[in-house]
């Protein structure tokens, strides 16, 4: 894919204090005024913790039932390399 | 405009050396994040945000003095921001931009009313209102995801070129996203902007931008479909006769149209990019950035007086500054492409080159 260096950077990005609750509900308002997402997915980084590499591969979300990041567990706090990321309906068309 | 051109060379040291020290000339500001598009390229619409009221706009512009001469008031939808036109007349009072900039998708019935406000509180400026068109009939809609948005699209459009005819300062264009969804009729897209009455057509490429929340998506055409698109524009730009600035400035959107080209198949910064010491983005909740593609957290303006010099003088600034030097990013962007060509000497004597091509008022 085009531009896999934003990708990476943004993983490595220092993450608010208020990362999951903004952008979980910036997610649910997204599926609230009928926007292209459907959900939310969870996107390890490659270093993750384990609790992170338990999580379901690609599951799909409802913004109410995400996981929070850092993970409880993560040792890496604020640095956790995870990301959400939205799932829009062109990209599950089904 | 001279003035812009007098200050490359300062740029240019300031970018290698960092002295001397000097404020931005090409500066975005978003006061809010809200829009009602809900476009297939942008989740921007999404996000909601501690905003700086109009008063502490009005300190960070006042940091500002008369540096930036290009300011680009973005969203959202900027024309639904509540304060527009206090933002641009403040911007216009304590700057003096040469230019106000400001992208729009035409559906609020207001549009007309608040530009021609913004155009006569700002009359030394010149006003330029870029209407998105994604494609043409219910193509437009769909991609903007709004019913009914390309009809209000034409009348919004219409409307202005009326109040165009009062307002000299004021220049109503078209801007269209070359995505995925659209990439393959952008030849219906050309051909309505070229019979819209609009003074100027322009195009950029989508993209993942942090900003918008779209890093990862699958909204960014392949390489060979945009040079085919490129091509296409470039046909089209070298069909026309231009004059006065518009030659330069179309020559310019060429010279952009080829780097887009050569940056998605390098997947290389093509050439320096300057954004972070020539254009900078202040973003809704006062945050600054030195683009909103990678939108690296530079301070808040909130936690430093309202001080934009603080923030773009201090330390935090420089470990960016010294990525985007090493090339650790690439991209189309073009606020900050066009910003980056006018210090690019290769590009600028390809653009003199153009110009001076004798009868011919296009770039060839």
């Known amino acids: ?94 | 405009m001279l003035g812009v051109l007098l200050r490359i060379p300062a740029f240019k040291l300031f970018r290698r050396l960092g002295r001397p020290r000097v404020l931005p000339l090409n500066l975005t500001l978003s006061p809010s994040p809200k829009c009602n598009s809900r476009c297939l390229t942008c989740n921007i619409w999404i996000k909601r945000e501690y905003e700086l009221t109009l008063e502490e706009w009005r300190k960070v512009l006042a940091s500002l003095g008369r540096a930036p001469y290009w300011f680009t008031i973005s969203g959202g939808e900027p024309l639904m921001y509540r304060h527009v036109v206090d933002l641009a007349q403040s911007a216009y009072e304590q700057c003096r931009p040469g230019v106000i900039n400001i992208p729009t998708n035409a559906i609020l019935p207001s549009i007309p009313e608040t530009v021609e406000r913004i155009a006569r509180s700002c009359p030394q400026s010149q006003v330029i209102i870029n209407l998105s068109l994604d494609g043409v009939g219910e193509k437009h809609d769909f991609i903007r995801g709004v019913p009914g948005n390309f009809e209000k699209l034409e009348q919004c459009l219409e409307q202005l070129r009326a109040v165009r005819r009062r307002r000299k300062n004021l220049t109503v264009g078209i801007h269209s996203v070359v995505s995925v969804f659209n990439v393959d009729h952008l030849d219906e897209i050309i051909a309505y902007a070229d019979r819209s009455g609009a003074d100027q057509f322009i195009t950029e490429i989508a993209e993942p931008r942090v900003e918008l929340d779209t890093v990862g998506l699958p909204i960014t055409p392949d390489a060979e479909s945009y040079a085919k698109a490129a091509d296409r524009l470039i046909r089209y730009v070298q069909s026309k006769r231009f004059r006065g600035v518009s030659r330069i400035t179309e020559a310019l959107r060429v010279e952009y149209y080829k780097l887009v080209k050569r940056v998605l198949d390098e997947q290389d910064q093509v050439i320096a990019c300057y954004a972070g010491w020539v254009s900078a983005h202040i973003y809704a909740d006062g945050t600054v950035w030195p683009c909103c593609v990678r939108g690296d957290n530079l301070g808040n303006l909130r936690d430093h007086n309202y001080d934009f010099k603080e923030i773009w003088f201090g330390k935090k600034i420089q470990a960016v500054r010294s990525s985007i030097a090493a090339k650790e990013c690439h991209c189309p962007l073009a606020n900050a492409a066009y910003t980056s060509m006018l210090h690019d000497l290769a590009t600028l004597a390809r653009v003199g080159a153009r110009l001076l091509r004798r009868g011919n008022g296009m770039p060839g």
């Open chain 1, 1 to 94: 894919m085009a531009f896999d260096w934003l990708d990476r950077f943004q993983h490595r990005l220092e993450k608010e204090p208020d990362y999951a609750r903004k952008s979980l509900a910036a997610y649910r308002l997204g599926m609230k005024a009928k926007g292209s997402i459907v959900g939310v997915m969870v996107q390890p980084a490659p270093e993750c913790c384990d609790a992170a590499r338990r999580l379901p591969a690609g599951k799909v979300y409802h913004p109410d039932q995400a996981p929070n990041l850092p993970l409880p567990d993560c040792p890496q706090g604020r640095h956790c390399q995870c990301l959400y990321r939205p799932v829009m309906s062109y990209q599950h068309p089904d």
